[in-house]
């Protein structure tokens, strides 16, 4: 399928949004969509604002998100964030396959970051207990590995998901146990790639800067889940384990991304999950990529 990968340039470096699938969000699983992405949002004013983007809050039973990863290649380096969800659903774990459609294998990946442990960004890292990029050098912040590897996200997470998001995390990351990097510092990784700390949606989560030449994307990862939260960044999502942290660090990178002009990929926006971050009033609001180029 011809949309499941996106190409485009950042100055010198080739890009592609790979889409690992989609994932429905629908109750009795999880909450409804409203309650489930804006949890504290005030009663009086979430019907209006859902109105706003054309969503009726009474009708919207289920929110199905794209999954999207991003690859860069350098010239030197082919570097990839986040690995999807793996056989987390049926409709996910398609990274691989797209990954195969630009002729690229596992074996060809130098460096995977991970944004984060929750499972749709780390589900593809091992098939059968190994690694499956075999020849990369993984990097996480070291705060997220700490998390999810000790009793922390035991005391942290709510009853309802806790056992199977520290589960799957650790199935997922305790096999790189000896060759992952932990990094404590915004580092830059490879030339142009720097990781910069944005805690709150986990404790770790690491948000990517990408620069070659004039042109600059921030890789902002779970920082916002649906374009709404970029319009009202103190309504917080159910899956955000540290709600003050979050709200502070989407105002930290959304001031970035507005001042630097970047371009914007967030994971769970609809494919390819890229935009601008446009000054509106005193806030924000996200400009899908189509619109600008139309
Ligand atoms: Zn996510």
């Given at each position: 399928m011809n949309n499941e990968n996106y190409h485009f340039k950042i100055g010198a470096f080739g890009c592609i949004a790979l889409s690992d699938g989609v994932m429905t969000y629908a109750p009795p699983t999880f909450p409804p969509p409203a309650v489930f992405l804006?949890?504290?949002?005030?009663g009086d004013r979430i019907e209006k604002v859902l109105r706003g983007h054309n969503i009726n809050i009474h009708q919207w039973i289920q929110w199905t998100s794209s999954y999207t990863c991003l690859l860069v290649n350098t010239g030197k380096c082919r570097v990839l964030v986040d690995t999807g969800?793996?056989?987390?659903?049926?409709?996910?774990?398609k990274l691989l396959d797209n990954l195969k459609n630009e002729g690229i294998t596992p074996d060809d990946i130098d460096l995977v970051i991970l944004s984060h442990a929750h499972p749709d960004h780390i589900g593809g890292n091992i098939s059968k207990g190994k690694p499956v990029f075999t020849n990369a050098r993984w990097v996480i912040w070291e705060d997220e590995w700490q998390f999810w590897t000790t009793e922390q996200a035991e005391s942290r997470l709510d009853e309802h998901s806790k056992e199977i998001l520290i589960n799957i995390a650790r199935t997922n990351l305790l096999p790189l146990q000896s060759k992952i990097e932990l990094v404590h510092e915004e580092v830059?990784?490879?030339?142009g790639i720097r990781v910069i700390k944005s805690p709150g949606h986990t404790p770790g989560l690491l948000a990517i800067s990408v620069v070659s030449g004039k042109d600059r994307l921030l890789y902002i990862s779970d920082v916002v889940i649906h374009p709404i939260h970029i319009a009202e960044p103190e309504w917080f999502a159910a899956t955000d384990v540290i709600p003050d942290q979050v709200i502070a660090t989407r105002h930290k990178l959304l001031n970035q991304a507005t001042l630097e002009k970047s371009l914007v990929m967030a994971f769970h926006f609809p494919f390819p999950g890229l935009g601008y971050i446009l000054q509106k009033d005193k806030g924000w609001q996200w400009q899908p990529i189509e619109e600008k180029v139309k």
């Open positions: 804006f949890c504290n949002a005030p969800a793996g056989r987390l659903s049926s409709s996910t774990g830059e990784l490879v030339p």
